[in-house]
Every structure is written in structure tokens, then in C-alpha cells.
């Protein structure tokens, strides 16, 4: 699948339908494949932590999730568009409809214990046959309780494992347990069950698609992510420009 070099990190253009086409080959093909995601935040994470390296070398698929690295695609001129973002909010039910049409069974790890029942209460309401389980992420995923966590995993034979724990935990953990994972498809979902449940206010679906999203989330948690959108993309400008002299050296 044809990739694309921004910030110095690898993406693939790839719309919801053709990410749920990519999870659909995967489980008919019965393989592991781990599909991961890339935003401003992942970036700096990329370039200043070893680990996080790693486990972007073992994804096989890398989608974007963040307009303004669709908005930095478009100003290179390499093609890309809205559709090419792809937020898990907007992904979901779409994946769960599929899911429960093929009958497969989805487990979501992540979030603080009774966030993720909540959230699959609400799913369940929507697709009745949908065959679901839930673990929340608050454990020590070096000690016992990930054993524990990794048998429940294996004990549901899910299709697909959906892993919210934020970054770059959820990241660490794929990493160190992949080869134990006894499923089709990894994903990295953030907090998406926190906003599927109301734990966290869900931005106005429009603010995603003119890259203002970021702004609603910083109102309602300043304190988590005030580094996050004000101080990490400053450490980002060099990378921009590599990208711009590239760019210009190519004409």
C-alpha cells in the first residue's frame, strides 16, 4: 500500500471504508495485523521515545488521525483530503454495524473500570447481536494482573481488540504482548469508548473536518492537554521544514 512521508513519519491515505476493508481481509485471512494511527501528538511521542519507534515498525497500516496533518499532506501537494482523517469517533459505529454483520467478536481494554460497560451498553442498544467484551485499563501491565487480562483476552477469541489506554501506553502494551495476542486485528483507540460513554464531551463533528477539534478539547481539559496542542508542535517546525526542502529539491 502506498505510504506517505510526513514529519518524518509514514502514513497511509486511507478513508473509513478502505480501513474496514483492510479489518475484513484480515480476519477472512485469519492474520495478526496491527493497525496503528498517527496525529501531531504520536509524532512528537516518534521522535523522542525509542519504544514508539518500534511499535510503529511493527503496524502493518498507519491512518491518520489529525486534520492538520491532512491540512500539511494537501500543502505538499501530495493529494490528500478530509476523508483521509480518520477519528475514531467517526469510525466506530461503522465498524460495529460491520462487526455485527459478520458476527464478529470485538474486546475493547482500556478506560477507568465501568467507563467501557457504559459505552458498550450504548452499543449494544444500537446492534442487540453484537458480541462484546470489556476489560478496563487501569492495571500493572507488567505484573499478574496483565496475565490475568491476557487470558480473558484469549478465553473471548475476539476478531478484533480495540486498545484505549492513551498514548503512548496503549502503544507499550501492544508491544510487549503482541506475541501472546491471539487475535486478527489491534488497534489503537484512544479514548473513543471515554466519549462513546459521556465521560468526556464529544467535539462537534464539523470542528474535526476544519482541524479545529483540538480547540473544544483544550476548553473542557486544559491541564491534559495544554502541552499537547500549545507546546508539542513548536518541536515539530524543523520536521516541517525537512519536508518543505524535500519537497522543493524533487522540482
Given at each position: 500500500?502506498?505510504h506517505?512521508s ?26 495478526k ?11 512528537y ?8 519507534r518500534?511499535f ?17 499532506a494537501?500543502?505538499?501537494?501530495l493529494g ?6 480518520i ?15 459478520n458476527?464478529?467478536?470485538i ?5 477507568r473500570?465501568?467507563v467501557a460497560?457504559?459505552a ?5 442498544d ?13 492495571f500493572?501491565m507488567h505484573?499478574?494482573s ?5 487470558a ?15 498514548m ?38 464539523w470542528?474535526g473536518?476544519?482541524?479545529m ?8 481539559e486544559?491541564g ?11 518541536f ?10 524535500r ?5
Amino acid at each position: 500500500m502506498t505510504h506517505y512521508s510526513l514529519l518524518g513519519v509514514k502514513v497511509n491515505a486511507l478513508t473509513i471504508s478502505e480501513l474496514n476493508q483492510l479489518i475484513g481481509q484480515a480476519v477472512d485471512r485469519k492474520q495478526k495485523s496491527i493497525i496503528a494511527n498517527h496525529n501531531l501528538h504520536s509524532v512528537y511521542l516518534f521522535h523522542r521515545q525509542a519504544k514508539m519507534r518500534s511499535f510503529y515498525g511493527l503496524a502493518d497500516y498507519i491512518h491518520i488521525d489529525g486534520m492538520p496533518l491532512v491540512f500539511w499532506a494537501y500543502l505538499l501537494g501530495l493529494g490528500l483530503q478530509a476523508k483521509n482523517r480518520i477519528t475514531y469517533v467517526d469510525w466506530l459505529k461503522p465498524m460495529m454495524r460491520k462487526a455485527a454483520e459478520n458476527n464478529w467478536r470485538i474486546f475493547y481494554l482500556g478506560g477507568r473500570p465501568g467507563v467501557a460497560e457504559k459505552a458498550l451498553r450504548k452499543i449494544k442498544d444500537e446492534f442487540p447481536d453484537l458480541k462484546t467484551q470489556c476489560h478496563h485499563g487501569f492495571f500493572d501491565m507488567h505484573g499478574a494482573s496483565n496475565q490475568e487480562v491476557l487470558a480473558e483476552i484469549t478465553r473471548f477469541q475476539p476478531q478484533l481488540l480495540l486498545v484505549g489506554m492513551g498514548m503512548p501506553r496503549q502503544e507499550y502494551w501492544i508491544l510487549d504482548n503482541v506475541a501472546d495476542l491471539t487475535v486478527n486485528v489491534v488497534l489503537t483507540s484512544g479514548a473513543c469508548f471515554d466519549y462513546l460513554a459521556g465521560v468526556i464531551p464529544t467535539p462537534p463533528r464539523w470542528l474535526g473536518k476544519i482541524g479545529m477539534e483540538w480547540v473544544y478539547r483544550l476548553a473542557h481539559e486544559p491541564g491534559r492537554l495544554w502541552k499537547r496542542y500549545l507546546w508539542e508542535p513548536w518541536f515539530l517546525l524543523p520536521l516541517g521544514f525537512r519536508d518543505v526542502v524535500r519537497l522543493l529539491k524533487k522540482k
